[in-house]
């Protein structure tokens, strides 16, 4: 796309190629050094924006992406399993993976980081389950939740939220002392965090309705951790304040545009998480075989 300028001293009319800013999306011309709006450092160089924005762009990609991540590493698991399938009649216990695949598979909590020194655990942990029930609900929750958070912070704001509540999560649980622990669900709950922020920090009838809805879904899932045994509630309770805070730190599109910044650590976020799957699936399949 090319636009035309006038150059006011001698009346001359050039042309400069114009484009959309990769960050914020309005029209901007190649040679800026810096986008007007949103200060995205050359925005021309589509090149080097492409690592940091591929896969993020689209909301129905990124669901698709986690939710396929976590299901790839739990059919992992189960192959892994040792002695076949476990069909038992308990539907908490239908379809779980053994104890040791999910170690090799990166599992987090005081067993595998102090023994084996598996801190790389506090981001794969987020993509394991322990049986079919397990996944299924919180992929269940994750596809309700996020397209909210992704409306109000973005892509790339969720996915970082995402990522660091799970991380936050298991932080919080390993240093209280949980052994073993997995699930998405401290990152999930890092995601209704960032909204119960969201809504008290918006307020107005939009933002207390939102505050209403998902502090409900809070309170439902304290309750459901003190009833319930085996829930690590550290980890909920971590992922939770985790979001809040990154919200705090980042903001929302209302008062704070997409920057640089946040694109960047959604692309190291990416990375990292990328990376850490791999690593497990390897170091298991070694260890294993």
């Not at 484009?19 to 589509?46: F, H, I, K």
């Not at 397990?134 to 397209?147: D, E």
């Not at 958070?149 to 939220?161: D, K, N, S």
């Not at 919080?172 to 209704?192: F, Q």
């Amino acid at each position: 796309m090319e636009m035309v300028t006038k150059e006011p001293s001698n009346g001359n009319v050039s042309r400069k190629r114009a484009l959309l800013c990769p960050n914020c999306r309005r029209l901007v011309s190649a040679d800026e050094p810096q986008c007007p709006y949103c200060g995205l450092p050359t925005p021309g160089a589509r090149w080097k924006h492409a690592i940091l924005t591929r896969g993020l762009n689209s909301e129905k990609r990124l669901i698709q992406t986690i939710i396929t991540a976590n299901v790839l590493m739990y059919l992992i698991s189960l192959i892994m399993t040792r002695g076949g399938l476990r069909l038992s009649a308990n539907p908490m216990f239908f379809l779980s993976p053994d104890s040791r695949g999910l170690l090799l598979l990166g599992a987090t909590g005081t067993i595998p980081i102090d023994r084996l020194h598996h801190w790389w655990s506090l981001i794969s942990a987020s993509y394991l389950h322990g049986g079919i029930l397990h996944i299924v609900f919180n992929m269940l929750a994750l596809r309700q939740i996020s397209p909210l958070i992704i409306h109000e912070y973005g892509t790339h704001r969720m996915f970082v939220i995402y990522t660091l509540s799970g991380v936050g999560g298991f932080l919080l649980s390993y240093l209280a002392g949980v052994g073993s622990t997995i699930g998405a669900s401290a990152a999930v709950c890092g995601l209704i965090g960032s909204a119960i922020y969201y809504g008290k920090r918006r307020g107005g009838n939009y933002g207390q309705a939102i505050y209403r809805q998902v502090g409900g879904w809070a309170l439902g899932i304290a309750l459901f951790g003190v009833i319930v045994p085996g829930i690590n509630n550290w980890a909920h309770g971590g992922g939770m304040a985790t979001g809040i805070l990154l919200s705090f730190a980042m903001g929302y599109n209302e008062r704070q545009p997409v920057a640089f910044s946040h694109r960047l650590l959604a692309g190291v976020c990416m990375a990292a998480t990328g990376g850490t799957l791999l690593w497990a699936i390897f170091t298991a399949l070694f260890y294993r075989l």
